[in-house]
């Protein structure tokens, strides 16, 4: 494939600006920085990254928060405390339940809040910076959890859902894409998914603590749970203050003494050559951009070669309700209407969850091996076919296959917690272009949210026994979902293992199709290479003119 002249022009235009900015020899250090990325070895990146490994770790903790809160008013609806503090009797056969009305609202309300706080927080994270914009929104948070732990009905429970959610669409947004900035191109995949095992931790742990508290009588049996989220916020402010800031944001910023800062701090012991070299490289990478995209705004997400990344983001995200998320991942409530003990619904639940973080912490070893979209496309694939066996049971067994429906539930997640789950946040944070990444990311989380909003609103009356009462059947609508996920990932969804962000983003550019980005060979130095030939009177075809 011939380099598109428009491609070339803009990797004169980077080569000339880097220059003028940070010396005659800012692109040859920009394209040995380039080299040294594609060279280091897993170990290597560990060793000269650790304090980058350990900053992004402390940081997506946030997101330990964020899982652990999301889970509650989903299980909620099968406990009984709750139900009776905000639901209705429906006779024995029933007993007590919360409306499909105030269902869907009560879990709709975090979710509406969450597409608020995360559009905010696109601009927020622009102007000001991960580390503030983290730091406002925790101690926000801390003042919401009392409207949720002291709420005396129905309709102030909801308020505060929906002010906890404008917290919790940030957290969602800033971890993974401050894991994917801090670190070199062979970390990126396990930082980046590393998020989803935070996520799997926090419901691990508000399983837990559901199922510890399940019998405690009266109302601090839901509000204990409630409580339990005051640990967080302080101590996690503490960390994002002490944090370096993104050195990427510092350099769109134009803030490059302060970028410097941030590459020392977060690299082991780098060498103000190593440290020039990636600051060059940062710069030279988002001139490139800035040719194909004037602006940084959400507007600019959907001109030109952005629209395919945008799309690619939101789908991708999107996918994880799609896949069945709503149905499979916290199925207490299915088995609690469908007819087994409260009890043994919340162990089961418990044992899902602990199967959830076994699966993100091998799917690390399956991204080294396979990358991102065989992966993807092959999970959403198999979790579609997992969905329509639960609906078929259902039909042919009834009540005799609720233990075979949770067995596969079982596997459903564990299948979604070793692809799809953890993939979907690396997916995000490495295919959104640098400039616009905070806004990028923004706009996948605010697409997920949206299909959450439709999603729980479908499943709230799909489940409950007193509106539809699909029960198992549910498999079949999400089977069917999953499905079309699958087709779509197929043709549409690239590699990106191992690119830098100047490689994806002249892939990008030059629309190379999606099954073709893994073999596509780029070199965003192309000139550099052809002065250098010239000068040694060596007539070469450069590599990026093959892509």
Excluded at 128 to 143: D, E, K, M, P, Q
Aim: glycine residues 10%; aromatic residues 12%; charged residues 15%.
């Amino acid at each position: 494939m011939a380099i598109d002249p428009h491609i070339s022009k803009a990797q004169k235009v980077a080569n000339q600006e880097l220059e003028d900015k940070l010396g005659h020899s800012a692109v040859l250090d920009a394209k040995q920085a380039t080299e040294d990325e594609h060279s280091q070895t897993l170990w290597q990146g560990l060793r000269e990254n650790r304090k980058a490994v350990l900053w992004s770790i402390l940081l997506s903790m946030t997101i330990v928060m964020e899982g652990y809160d999301t889970i509650l008013m989903g299980n909620f609806f099968a406990y009984p405390e709750f139900q009776k503090k905000f639901g209705q009797y429906y006779g024995e056969s029933v007993g007590w339940q919360v409306n499909g009305e105030w269902q869907t609202a009560l879990n709709m309300g975090s979710t509406a809040g969450a597409v608020v706080g995360g559009l905010i927080n696109g601009y927020m994270a622009s102007r000001f910076g991960y580390r503030w914009t983290l730091i406002i929104s925790l101690g926000v948070l801390n003042a919401f959890i009392f409207v949720v732990f002291f709420a005396p009905s129905k309709e102030v429970l909801l308020v505060g859902q929906i002010l906890c959610g404008l917290t919790w669409g940030v957290f969602a947004t800033l971890a993974p894409a401050y894991a994917s900035e801090v670190c070199p191109t062979n970390l990126r995949g396990y930082l980046t998914t590393y998020v989803n095992l935070c996520w799997a931790v926090g419901q691990l742990l508000a399983a837990g603590v559901l199922r510890g508290c399940l019998h405690i009588q009266g109302e601090m049996g839901y509000r204990i749970p409630f409580a339990i989220q005051w640990l967080w916020p302080i101590p996690l402010m503490v960390v994002c203050f002490l944090a370096p800031e993104s050195p990427w944001w510092l350099v769109r910023a134009e803030r490059l003494e302060q970028a410097k800062h941030s590459i020392a701090r977060l690299g082991n012991g780098k060498t103000d050559e190593q440290i020039n070299s990636q600051l060059a490289m940062m710069v030279h990478t988002i001139r490139i951009e800035t040719e194909a995209t004037k602006g940084a705004t959400y507007l600019d997400c959907f001109k030109g070669p952005n629209l395919r990344r945008t799309e690619i983001v939101c789908v991708a995200f999107m996918g994880q309700i799609l896949s069945g998320s709503s149905f499979a991942y916290t199925p207490t409530y299915f088995f609690t209407t469908a007819g087994m003990d409260t009890a043994q619904a919340f162990n089961l639940s418990l044992g899902a969850k602990a199967i959830a973080f076994i699966g993100t912490i091998l799917s690390w070893w399956l991204i080294s091996y396979w990358g991102r979209r065989p992966l993807y496309v092959g999970g959403i694939g198999l979790l579609s076919l997992i969905l329509i066996l639960v609906g078929i049971l259902d039909v042919s067994a009834g009540k005799k296959g609720l233990w075979p429906s949770g067995g596969l539930c079982v596997l459903w997640l564990f299948v979604y917690s070793l692809t799809i789950g953890p993939l979907a946040y690396s997916i995000i944070a490495e295919t959104s272009s640098v400039r616009l990444r905070p806004l990028s990311v923004v706009l996948s989380r605010t697409s997920y949210q949206l299909v959450n909003i439709i999603s729980q609103f479908l499943q709230a009356y799909m489940m409950n026994p007193v509106e539809w009462n699909f029960l198992g059947k549910t498999g079949f609508f999400w089977g069917g979902t999953a499905f079309c996920v699958f087709i779509w990932s197929y043709f549409r969804l690239p590699e990106v293992k191992g690119r830098t962000y100047e490689e994806l983003d002249i892939l990008f550019m030059n629309r190379v199709p999606a099954r073709k980005f893994a073999t596509t060979q780029v070199d965003p130095y192309a000139a550099v290479n052809d002065a250098i030939d010239l000068d040694d009177g060596i007539k070469t075809k450069p590599t990026g003119s093959s892509t």
